[in-house]
Antibody, heavy 124, light 109 residues
Framework: QVHLVESGGGLVKPGGSLRLSCAAS????????MAWIRQAPGKGLEWLSY????????YYADSVRGRFTISRDNARNSLFLQMNSLRAEDTAVYFC?????????????????WGQGALVTVSS | EIVLTQSPATLSLSPGESATLSCRAS??????LAWYQQRPGQAPRLLFY???KRASGIPARFSGSGSGRDFTLTISSLEPEDFALYYC???????????FGQGTKVEIK
């Protein structure tokens, strides 16, 4: 059974950093693209980043490129999001999600399993 | 970047009624569109992908249709657990930018 569990959320001051983790079980991280998606309070969903399962292919949304870094540790079956230079508008629940496809050339682009989310609050 | 516009913003209906939700893309996306359901305090759940392919475990009262720019999610007879937020999402082939609509809330009338 596929399960994703995020951790590492919390309160951070503007300009600060935070690292989110996503522990995966029930499948091998190396078999799928994985994504981070966020949802600001009372707002819609925003895709942030994708990383290939067994490749180093990475994509970022313009809103986080240069500030956020996605990575994975296949041996630990875990996904990470390093967030630097945080701003108030980064306040959101951050979800990790598995790509529906099983390939590694290009994401299928749909998200079939999601974690429960980690709340990140950026405030002084 | 593809922009998805969902309508209406809110749909007020009673249990047992049918619901029709719309999603319009700013340009043709073929059938590269998904629908998600999000209940309060929960993560989104994939309902349909490629416009009309039902995800695992999704009840038959849900149906997805459309192609090009216009897509529809239909719930034939609303159950209490169907009152939730629904999002459409575009599957990008290029550039690498995956976008969501702003959502439609289905609420109890």
């Amino acid at each position: 059974q596929v399960h994703l569990v995020e951790s590492g959320g919390g309160l951070v001051k503007p300009g600060g950093s935070l690292r989110l983790s996503c522990a995966a079980s029930g499948f091998s991280l190396s078999d799928n693209y994985m994504a981070w998606i966020r949802q600001a309070p009372g707002k819609g969903l925003e895709w942030l980043s994708y990383i290939g399962g067994s490749t180093n292919t990475i994509y970022y949304a313009d809103s986080v490129r240069g500030r956020f870094t996605i990575s994975r540790d296949n041996a630990r079956n875990s996904l990470f999001l390093q967030m630097n230079s945080l701003r108030a508008e980064d306040t959101a629940v951050y979800f990790c999600a598995r790509d529906l496809g099983g390939g590694n050339t290009w994401p299928e682009g749909y998200f079939d399993y999601w974690g429960q989310g980690a709340l990140v609050t950026v405030s002084s | 970047e593809i922009v998805l516009t969902q309508s209406p913003a809110t749909l007020s209906l009673s249990p047992g009624e049918s619901a029709t939700l719309s999603c319009r893309a700013s340009q043709s996306v073929s059938t590269y569109l998904a629908w998600y359901q999000q209940r309060p305090g929960q993560a989104p759940r994939l309902l349909f992908y490629d416009a009309s392919k039902r995800a695992s475990g999704i009840p038959a009262r849900f149906s997805g249709s459309g192609s090009g720019r216009d897509f529809t999610l239909t719930i034939s007879s609303l159950e209490p657990e169907d009152f939730a937020l629904y999002y459409c999402q575009h599957r990008s082939t290029w550039p690498p930018a995956w976008t969501f609509g702003q959502g439609t809330k289905v609420e109890i009338k």
